[in-house]
């Protein structure tokens, strides 16, 4: 019987030292960090990092007023109306000056080139995406997973995206 004891408790013993063996050396979680990109500028932005090298329809959550359906997460949006329509802008992207907005990595995955879409607040609160995009009211840069440093990418603006002249 002490022969079965003995046997048990070796097995037991192997068993215990494989399975802490195998959670010390494969359970290791997979961490994606997330980027960020600093509005370096003086003004409060929508920014966004896309794989398209146009401008699409990421940071707008809902432009049509009759078929409107409520937000997840009332706080993380703002409402305001464009053209009479109520337009709900996902506040994600939204950059105060020195502040940062946090992007996902997985854009470099599927590209070696992204593009970071860059809105003035007082553009994106009143004109249309279709105006934004037709007047070009936005200022665009193609960045690469390198011009992140630190996971970071300054974001200075280079020229001025004016307000378009009534």
């Known amino acids: 019987m002490n022969k079965i004891i003995k046997k048990i408790n070796k097995q037991q013993s192997f068993v215990f030292l494989v399975f802490c063996t195998y959670m010390l050396t494969s359970c290791v979680m997979d961490r994606i960090t997330s980027f960020g990109i600093r509005n370096s500028s003086n003004d409060t932005l929508y920014i966004e990092l896309s794989e398209s090298d146009s401008l699409d329809n990421l940071i707008y959550w809902c432009e049509d007023s009759n078929d409107f359906m409520p937000p997840i997460w009332p706080t993380d949006t703002t409402e305001t109306y464009i053209n009479n329509k109520k337009v709900v802008i996902d506040d994600r992207f939204y950059a105060l000056p020195d502040s940062t907005v946090l992007v996902s990595p997985y854009s470099f995955d599927t590209k070696d080139t992204c593009y970071i879409y860059a809105i003035k607040k007082q553009i994106i609160t009143r004109y249309t995406l ?29 020229g001025s995206v004016l307000m378009p002249q009534h």
């Open 130 to 158: 279709d105006e934004i995009r037709v007047k070009k009211l936005y200022d665009r840069r193609a960045v690469t997973k390198k011009d992140f440093r630190h996971r970071l990418f300054e974001y200075r603006p280079t």
